[in-house]
């Protein structure tokens, strides 16, 4: 059994599993009409939070050798966002001082800035799906905002968000 067939590629994947899900968010990474399931989108951000929290959390503490690490705080983008939530909260005193942390820290933000234009339209793909407007993707960019985003988000699909697909 595949649940990677699609009959449109505007409609969202329901219940999809990580492999389809990201599969998807590489593929419609630039695509603003449609939709996103929950799924879709939920995995996206797992998917991210660990490759960040292996990045900016795990690796650099490990590194220093004094197991602190740098605070991150997260958008609903899953990018690092200084109004955003806060993900990982480390020492105020962290500096990365070893080569291994400084990579690390590196490959994160290359992973930030290869993957925030797909972030912003998978959120902008389940924003569609529950009958919303795109542009409700800019609570992220307000410190509230984010939390009230992340609620929108949540949202069940809606039938009238087939207009999004057009």
């Not at 009958?131 to 929108?152: E, F, K, P, R």
């Amino acid at each position: 059994m595949t649940t990677s067939v699609e009959l449109d590629a505007r409609a969202p994947l329901r219940d999809a599993g990580i492999r389809d899900s990201l599969r998807r968010f590489v593929q419609h990474g630039l695509r603003l009409h449609g939709r996103a399931g929950r799924s879709e989108y939920w995995w996206w951000m797992a998917a991210n939070l660990s490759v960040l929290a292996l990045t900016l959390g795990l690796v650099p503490a490990i590194a220093s050798g004094t197991g602190a690490m740098p605070t991150v705080n997260l958008g609903p983008f899953g990018i690092a966002s200084p109004s955003g939530i806060t993900f990982l909260y480390g020492s105020p005193d962290y500096a990365a001082d070893s080569h291994v942390a400084q990579i690390s820290i590196a490959v994160a933000a290359l992973w930030a800035l290869a993957t925030a234009i797909p972030a912003v339209t998978v959120t902008v793909r389940r924003l569609h799906d529950s009958n919303l407007s795109g542009w409700w993707a800019l609570l992220g960019l307000l410190g509230v905002g984010s939390i009230a985003l992340a609620v929108l988000l949540l949202r069940r699909p809606r039938l009238a968000g087939a207009r999004f697909d057009a």
